[in-house]
Nanobody, 119 residues
Framework: QVQLVESGGGLVQPGGSLRLSCAASISLFSIHRMGWYRQAPGKQRESVARITGGSTNYADSVKGRFTISRDNAKNIVYLEMNSLKPEDTAVYYC??????????????WGQGTQVTVSS
């Protein structure tokens, strides 16, 4: 089991930057995959960025603007967001997937942090 705590959301003007943090209660080496998802009002939750070991992938809408990274010593995963647009406004959730020896996956979510991009 793992607890996830996000921080770093807030209000930013278009073109601005924010860095989200997700602190995990266990070592990142024990987690199969970490990711950031977002959900805007009236829309489904969507994947933004994911990191598995040293491999990353991004939604097309954020490629070149967002960067996911990890600090293994602190058990924190970051989402650096640059050139923010109003359409990036959403609640951002941290996700962790643990895998047991049988290959079964277990999903864990943080409580979410609000990001609002507006002038």
């Amino acid at each position: 089991q793992v607890q996830l705590v996000e921080s770093g959301g807030g209000l930013v003007q278009p073109g601005g930057s924010l860095r989200l943090s997700c602190a995990a209660s266990i070592s990142l080496f024990s987690i199969h995959r970490m990711g950031w998802y977002r959900q805007a009002p009236g829309k489904q939750r969507e994947s933004v960025a994911r990191i598995t070991g040293g491999s990353t992938n991004y939604a097309d809408s954020v490629k070149g603007r967002f960067t996911i990274s990890r600090d293994n010593a602190k058990n924190i995963v970051y989402l650096e967001m640059n050139s923010l647009k109003p359409e990036d406004t959403a609640v951002y959730y941290c996700n962790a997937i643990l895998m047991d020896v049988a290959g079964s996956e277990y999903d864990y979510w943080g409580q979410g942090t609000q990001v609002t991009v507006s002038s």
